[in-house]
């Protein structure tokens, strides 16, 4: 999977876990289009047990480069969640080694949400349609 890719993708849902230290957090990156090519990615972080709706925001990325913590973000800026998801983002993108930290995805194609059930699809973390697109 190309993390970089599929974090930006547009409907991304996926976890990070550290099997050294046992924690782990669940992530649903939104992009929305606000302008003729400009983006906006939103981020919110699973905080209860229900993990269809528990997701709170918490952050926004910026032209698919740099994230800051949200001003209406009911999540500090020292939160294990927020810290995890920073460090994690500025070394996806910076392709820099993430040092015992792994990233999964639900299932689900990170661009149109569809299950995935092709062994490919499941690797890359696209359905083969939204693949097709990815790589235009």
């Known amino acids: 999977m190309d993390t970089k890719v599929f974090i930006l993708a547009g409907n991304a849902t996926f976890?990070?876990?550290?099997?050294?230290?046992g924690n782990r957090f669940?992530?649903?990156?939104?992009?929305?289009?606000?302008?003729?090519?400009?983006?906006?990615?939103f981020v919110s972080v699973l905080t209860g047990c229900n993990n269809e709706n528990d997701f709170r925001f918490l952050g926004t990325i910026f032209e698919g480069k740099t994230f800051r913590?949200?001003?209406?973000?009911?999540?500090?800026?020292?939160?294990?969640s927020h810290r995890a998801f920073e460090w994690t983002f500025n070394r996806v993108m910076?392709?820099?080694d993430l040092k015992g930290v792994e990233?999964?995805?639900?299932?689900?194609?990170?661009?149109?949400?569809r299950k995935l059930t092709v062994p490919e699809?499941?690797?890359?973390?696209f359905g083969p349609e939204c693949f097709g697109l990815m790589n235009r």
């Open 94 to 96: 910076s392709d820099s």
């Open 26 to 41: 669940t992530y649903k990156v939104r992009k929305k289009e606000v302008e003729e090519g400009k983006e906006l990615h």
């Open 121 to 125: 699809s499941i690797e890359t973390g």
């Open 69 to 80: 913590h949200g001003r209406r973000s009911s999540i500090g800026i020292n939160a294990p």
């Open 103 to 113: 990233i999964h995805h639900e299932g689900k194609c990170g661009r149109c949400g």
């Open 15 to 21: 976890t990070v876990s550290n099997p050294q230290t």
